[in-house]
């Protein structure tokens, strides 16, 4: 139970991402959250909504594994799924900000350690 909790913290977290990226990049939220103007998001748009996409296929397969009846092949599921927004969160972290590691990354690692304990 614990572990479905976290992962679908998860997972409301790249569903949150997603919006944030693929419709309020250029709304002022978006703006303020990336620090841009609004020459820059609007250059930028067709990008964000790019990785707001591979946000929301995060999202599928973390709710995918939450409720696939097979618990052998769920928990599978979801260390790739977690593994997957770890590594993202690593690349962000080094390439944009050491930042989204704590608000992107740790709680997948978190999960990920539920997971791997249960």
Same mark, same amino acid.
């Given at each position: 139970m614990i572990k479905n909790i976290l992962i679908g913290l998860v997972a409301l977290l790249? #569903?949150?991402f997603l919006v944030l990226e693929m419709f309020l990049? #250029? !709304? %002022?939220? &978006?703006?303020? #959250? *990336?620090?841009?103007?609004?020459?820059? =998001? =609007? !250059? #930028?748009? $067709? /990008?964000? +909504?790019?990785? &707001?996409l591979y946000? &929301? *296929? /995060? $999202?599928? &397969?973390?709710?995918?594994?939450?409720?696939? %009846?097979?618990?052998?092949f769920a928990k599978q599921l979801a260390i790739f799924f977690l593994g997957? $927004?770890?590594?993202?969160?690593?690349?962000g972290a080094y390439s944009v900000n050491m930042r989204i590691f *704590?608000?992107? +990354?740790? %709680? =997948? $690692?978190?999960a990920l350690a539920v997971v791997l304990l249960s």
């Open positions: 790249h #569903t949150y990049w #250029t !709304k %002022p939220i &978006g703006l303020k #959250t *990336f620090a841009m103007d609004a020459e820059q =998001a =609007a !250059k #930028t748009a $067709v /990008l964000a +909504g790019n990785q &707001g946000n &929301g *296929f /995060l $999202v599928a &397969g973390l709710v995918w594994s939450m409720i696939h %009846p097979d618990s052998v997957c $927004v770890i590594v993202a969160a690593l690349y *704590f608000v992107q +990354g740790l %709680p =997948a $690692v978190i």
